[in-house]
């Protein structure tokens, strides 16, 4: 059975940095597989924010980019989302995703942008 913790939200003031990690259990750790941020807002779709491929390939949101940087560690089966330059507009949930097969999700962790 698969499951991720994530672990990492928290309140920070704009400007600040906040780094997520997300660790997976119930898979084999030289498997191929893809890892996801995603995030959602109050009143909000759940949106994209990261994804990173095994061999390394990184996509980003507009709104993130320069300031988010997504990194796994293969043989923890972790990803980690380390947030810099925090905005306000950053508030939400925040959820890591695996694809294995089927896809999985974390139990979202919150991280608030407030003075």
């Known amino acids: 059975q698969v499951q991720l913790v994530e672990s990492g939200g928290g309140l920070v003031q704009p400007g600040g940095s906040l780094r997520l990690s997300c660790a997976a259990s119930g898979i084999i750790a030289s498997a191929y597989y893809t890892w996801g941020w995603y995030r959602q807002a109050p009143g909000k779709q759940r949106e994209l924010v990261a994804t990173i491929t095994t061999g390394g390939n990184t996509n980003y949101a507009d709104s993130v980019k320069g300031r988010f940087t997504i990194s796994r560690h293969n043989a923890k089966i972790t990803v980690y989302l380390q947030m810099n330059s925090l905005k306000p507009e950053d508030t939400a949930v925040y959820y890591c995703?695996?694809?294995?097969?089927?896809?999985?999700w974390g139990q979202g962790t919150q991280v608030t942008v407030s003075s």
């Open positions: 995703n695996l694809v294995y097969g089927g896809g999985y």
